[in-house]
Structures are given as C-alpha cells and as structure tokens.
C-alpha cells in the first residue's frame, strides 16, 4: 500500500526536515518531507524545532515535545530542559564552595 495514513490522534504537520542530529535520527533524512502526528498548532514558513518519536509507519512521527519556535528567546534553555529530562538539580553550594574547585582554582 502506497498510501501513507495519518495517526488517528490530533492535528498531522507535512514537516521538511532541514537538518537533524545525527544521534537516533530514526533514518531522517535532510530535505525529507515526513508526516508529524499529534501536532500543536504551527505558524506556516516558520521553522520549527521537533523532538520526535517513531511510529509503525515509515515518514510518520509523534511529537515527544511541543515544537519549539527557532525565533524564541530562550531556545537553548528550552532544548536543554527538553533533552535533560531526568537530570537532576544540582544541590545548592554554601557560600565557602561557590566558585571554587578542588585544587583552589575557579570553575
């Protein structure tokens, strides 16, 4: 079967893939046109960064994320509390420790 069907749950994106990281891409391709499911609302010729996850079906992705608009003030932060979601909180240092390592040099 040639067709390609939708995911059944939300709205589905026709997304081009502009670029990827190369970790787990799931076989992407650049300047690939795939299917994203289960989408939020997307600004047309606006670029997008998507955190996706696979389906059964080949071109056919559910967003593990919202999308992130790449105009957005705080991109990096966003991408980093995104792809860091089981990290830890760093325990606050007590005034004596901040800013000092172990050998007496700043870090």
Known sequence: ??????????RVALVKVLDK???RSGGLQREQVISVGSCAPLERNQRYIFFL????????FKTAFAPLNTNGKNLKKEVGKILCTDCGELPPLSAGERGEGRGGGRW
């Open 1 to 10: 079967n040639s067709t390609r069907e939708p995911p059944a749950s939300g």
């Open 21 to 23: 990281w190369p970790l």
């Open 53 to 60: 996850e696979p389906t059964e079906q080949p071109l056919v």
